[in-house]
Every structure is written in structure tokens, then in C-alpha cells.
T-cell receptor, first 110, second 114 residues
Framework: DAKTTQPNSMESNEEEPVHLPCNHSTISGTDYIHWYRQLPSQGPEYVIHGLTSNVNNRMASLAIAEDRKSSTLILHRATLRDAAVYYCILRTGNNRKLIWGLGTSLAVNP | EAQVTQNPRYLITVTGKKLTVTCSQNMNHEYMSWYRQDPGLGLRQIYYSMNVEATDKGDVPEGYKVSRKEKRNFPLILESPSPNQTSLYFC?????????????FGPGTRLTVT
């Protein structure tokens, strides 16, 4: 199964943009890149997903490298409520299961 | 409100005492799955179901059973719990098993087996 690699932790200041990187060098052509986040004491929450093109939604933007071996989740203006663990995940295989890594713990400073 | 519910949210039990964790979704989703989350290991899939009466093993199925008799419910059964099944459990659902599909997660069940 293809895996993802993310920094263990990152820090940001409130109202500043945050760029969360992810490497997925063994991604296959049919794997979708998903981002989820997990706030303390809650279940994971969907953020965004993409295949090849950059994507935007109300929560974030996803920038996917041309070779698809890496991607970046962009939070345009971090708020204190964005402090969470962010997971970059591939949805893959016949089962279409999510292959989870350990994620990036994002701290947001006031 | 679209949601996945799990019960109980917290459970402390003893080794060998059978238990069931319920999971229900109100979105008419076909695909449901169970994960466990352990420190340093991330989320690992236990079982999944593509639709009613269609279940299959995930990465860590030993010691667990599931059933899918109705589309909305996907209970997780521990016939004889052991301490190594102490973990945080999440149920998830998605419309279908397309790779582009968004998964919705329940709030989690924290299980302690003594």
C-alpha cells in the first residue's frame, strides 16, 4: 500500500496562512489524495481531496505536484479552531480504504 | 443532521466479557468501516462493509466480528475481549467505495479492557 510522509508537528500564528506538506512518492495513478483533520477528543473530519488538479473548498486548498508525488494543504487564515492533527491520506485499493500515517500536529498561536 | 453515531462512548470491561459497540449512520451510505486508533500506530482498519451482508477483513481483524444486516447499522463485536484491544475505536461511512469518496466518522468509543 502506498504511504504518506508528513512532518510530526508545525506551528502557525493566528490569521496567517499555513502550508502543510505531504510526500506520497509511491502513489499509484488511481489513488486519490485525501486530507482529514482530528480535533482533540473527536473523530477525524474530512477536509479536502483531489486526484491531479488543485482543489479549493470552504475549508482549505489542496495543491498537488505535477508528478503527484507530493501535495500541500493550505489553510488561508489559521484560526485557533484549526489546531488539530492533519492527516494526508491515500484512498486506495479494491477496498478503497484510507491508508493513515501519523499526521502533522498543528499548533496555532494567538 | 447527517451523522454517524456510536455507542457507548466510553466502556470499561473485563477480559473475556463479550461486548458490542454499535454504529449507525443516517445518510443511506453503502460503505462502512471500523478503525482502531493507538498511539504511535495511527488509525488501522479492522473490518469494512461494501453493503448489506457484504463484510470483509481489514488490516487488524483478529479478535473482532462485525455484521451488516441493515444498511444503517454496522456493529463491532468483541466475543472475548483482551487487554490488547484497549483502544479508541471509530466507525466511518461513505456513500460508496469510490476512491474519491469522503468518509464521515463517528465520535469514537474509548474501550478499556482490564
Amino acid at each position: 500500500d502506498a504511504k504518506t510522509t508528513q512532518p510530526n508537528s508545525m506551528e502557525s500564528n493566528e490569521e496567517e496562512p499555513v502550508h502543510l506538506p505531504c510526500n506520497h512518492s509511491t502513489i499509484s495513478g488511481t489513488d486519490y489524495i485525501h486530507w482529514y483533520r482530528q480535533l482533540p477528543s473527536q473523530g477525524p473530519e474530512y477536509v479536502i481531496h483531489g486526484l491531479t488538479s488543485n482543489v479549493n473548498n470552504r475549508m482549505a486548498s489542496l495543491a498537488i505536484a505535477e508528478d503527484r508525488k507530493s501535495s500541500t494543504l493550505i489553510l488561508h487564515r489559521a484560526t485557533l479552531r484549526d489546531a488539530a492533527v492533519y492527516y494526508c491520506i491515500l484512498r486506495t485499493g479494491n477496498n478503497r480504504k484510507l491508508i493513515w500515517g501519523l499526521g502533522t500536529s498543528l499548533a496555532v498561536n494567538p | 443532521e447527517a451523522q454517524v453515531t456510536q455507542n457507548p462512548r466510553y466502556l470499561i470491561t473485563v477480559t473475556g466479557k463479550k461486548l458490542t459497540v454499535t454504529c449507525s449512520q443516517n445518510m443511506n451510505h453503502e460503505y462502512m468501516s471500523w478503525y482502531r486508533q493507538d498511539p504511535g500506530l495511527g488509525l488501522r482498519q479492522i473490518y469494512y462493509s461494501m453493503n448489506v451482508e457484504a463484510t470483509d477483513k481489514g488490516d487488524v481483524p483478529e479478535g473482532y466480528k462485525v455484521s451488516r444486516k441493515e444498511k444503517r447499522n454496522f456493529p463491532l463485536i468483541l466475543e472475548s475481549p483482551s487487554p490488547n484491544q484497549t483502544s479508541l475505536y471509530f466507525c466511518a461511512s461513505s456513500l460508496d467505495n469510490r476512491a474519491s469518496g469522503e468518509q464521515y466518522f463517528g465520535p469514537g468509543t474509548r474501550l478499556t479492557v482490564t
